[in-house]
């Protein structure tokens, strides 16, 4: 048996009460944790956006509708995957949707297998990005650690230059430029130049300012 804390998450976001009904029927004997919101506030309030899961959600909701949901689940780096459901889908409206990550669009009433293999589809991409995430959060923790010294000569290693013009640019000597390699390489837990490329490539530098790293650490 499943353990509830492995059991993926898929929540049912929509104005249909029937709807809502329907979808848990489906989906509830294939052991996912299911829990179910009339609106878009209630979500946001009892739904854990920290988890891998899915978001079967109503393109039409009030108040807060669909899209601007799924912008705030895409604003908080949540992993949670959307599929979008509607009564009145129109082309424009799916083409933007999924040019904004959701994971589909599918038209009411919608068929039970087509469904499954879409929240089956979601839950697969939402437990890959999840883990990006994780990954991703723990470089910039380790980046957050470097002094803005060390994130200066990183700068420049990454970008190729070499210990001598690294020298000269920051007014520091080749020694002291490699004594801070030495530094940054033991703080991110990194044996190769290679290595540390790849880890610095998930965090997205260095196409950031050190106040970045650090905010985005913490």
Not at 90 to 95: H, N, Q, R, T
Request: net charge positive; charged share 25%; aromatic share 6%.
């Amino acid at each position: 048996m499943i353990g509830d804390t492995e059991r993926p998450y898929v929540y049912l976001v929509d104005g249909n009460e029937s709807a809502r009904v329907a979808y848990r029927r489906l989906l509830q004997p294939l052991g996912y944790h299911i829990d179910d919101f009339a609106n878009a506030e209630d979500f946001l309030r009892g739904a854990n956006l920290d988890a891998a899961g899915c978001v079967v959600l109503d393109f039409h909701l009030p108040e807060i509708g669909g899209p601007e949901l799924h912008a705030k689940l895409r604003g908080s780096a949540s992993p949670l995957a959307v599929v979008f459901v509607s009564e009145h889908g129109d082309v424009p409206s799916a083409v933007a949707a999924m040019q904004r990550g959701a994971c589909d669009f599918l038209l009411k009433p919608v068929r039970e297998q087509q469904l499954l293999d879409v929240v089956n589809r979601a839950l697969r991409k939402s437990a890959a990005d999840a883990v990006q995430g994780r990954a991703r959060r723990a470089v910039l923790s380790q980046l957050a650690r470097l002094t803005p010294r060390e994130q200066e000569v990183l700068q420049q290693l990454v970008e190729g230059v070499h210990y001598d013009r690294v020298s000269s640019a920051l007014g520091i000597t080749k020694r002291t430029v490699e004594a801070h390699r030495r530094r940054i390489m033991e703080k991110m837990g990194a044996r190769t130049l290679p290595q540390l490329l790849q880890q610095l490539a998930r965090a997205g530098w260095p196409a950031r300012t050190a106040v970045a790293i650090h905010d985005q650490a913490h």
